[in-house]
């Protein structure tokens, strides 16, 4: 069976995010505007889950201490320190399917990532989970719950770099079973 994926829309736009976002970790000092934190909040949620189990909770932190702090607690974190917002992604086991948690999150950060990217903003996802000691050290400075676990930050602001993206297409990657 071949699928065919249409990626254009009436006005060639559609899915135009997945093939343009890239990475960014240098931003303008122009904080992100509340609007487009709570579009980029919404994009989060909208991501599938297990079970549809939605096990994501979310901290908002333009506090440029607690960014520094952030921006301490991985050794790729360093391009948070000038960022003016910081999504630190977590979730609580309480759930049922615990075991997808992380998964499901990943389906959540994707979404930031590409809405940030449709509303010109920069961004990049900062792996905190599954290492025990990032996760202690983020929970440590966000003061969390016992029950929340951090999974990642992700360092957003109005691009100061520009990149183009990779073209990472491999057909070696793909097997057809016809």
């Not at 709570?38 to 932190?61: D, R, T």
């Not at 320190?81 to 630190?88: E, H």
Request: a neutral charge; aromatic letters at 8%.
């Amino acid at each position: 069976m071949k699928i065919l994926i249409i990626i254009e829309d009436k006005e060639g736009e559609k899915m135009k995010e997945i093939f343009h976002r890239t990475s960014i970790r240098k931003y303008t000092k122009q904080p992100v505007e509340k609007e487009k934190i709570e579009l980029l909040l919404k994009a989060a949620m909208a991501a599938p889950s297990a079970g549809n189990q939605q096990p994501w909770h979310f901290y908002v932190v333009t506090n440029k201490e607690l960014i520094e702090q952030l921006s301490e607690c991985s050794p790729y974190a360093r391009c948070l320190k000038n960022a003016p917002l910081a999504l630190v992604t977590c979730y609580k086991k309480a759930v049922k399917y615990p075991e997808y948690c992380q998964i499901d999150l990943s389906a959540c950060n994707e979404n930031i990532l590409l809405e940030a990217d449709h509303l010109s903003l920069g961004a990049v996802w900062l792996g905190i989970a599954p290492l025990q000691d990032r996760m202690t050290s983020v929970k440590k400075v966000l003061h969390l719950e016992a029950d929340e676990f951090v999974f990642s930050i992700i360092s957003i602001g109005y691009p100061a770099e520009t990149k183009q993206q990779q073209n990472r297409y491999d057909i070696n990657r793909i097997k057809y079973l016809d």
